[in-house]
């Protein structure tokens, strides 16, 4: 059964940086199109990086955070990142990863419905 497990989170000021992880078990990152979301405090869901899985991989992210968060995999240990910088209090949330069997390519990977998902890690971030 596949398991995500995501760390990292915490709080910080207004122009900080967070790194969060992502282990994966009973599932194989590089086969799958993989991603973090995160659960705003009015609860929406939004998607805010993505690894998309297609003859080569592609990334996409929200444009809230283009210029200053960074998706990257380890593939060898199955562990997915996500680098925050300059972090804004409008980065708060709920941070999970999460992963999807199809491939995709660039921002249309947001619209897969990522059902194998991980617990959160909590992001505040104060102005």
């Known amino acids: 059964r596949a398991q995500l497990v995501a760390s990292g989170g915490g709080s910080v000021e207004t122009g900080g940086s967070l790194r969060l992880s992502c282990v994966g078990s009973?599932?194989?990152?590089?086969?799958?199109?993989m991603a973090w979301f995160r659960q705003t405090p009015e609860n929406e869901r939004e998607g805010v990086a993505v690894i998309g899985r297609g003859r080569g991989d592609t990334t996409a992210y929200a444009d809230s955070v283009k210029g200053r968060f960074t998706i990257t995999q380890d593939s060898v240990n199955n562990i997915l990142y996500l680098q925050m910088n300059n972090l804004t209090p409008e980065d708060t949330g709920m941070y999970y990863c999460a992963a999807d069997p199809d491939y995709c390519y660039g921002a249309p990977c947001f619209t897969l419905p990522f059902n194998t998902r991980g617990q959160g890690t909590q992001v505040t971030v104060s102005s």
């Open positions: 009973g599932i194989t990152f590089k086969m799958r199109s």
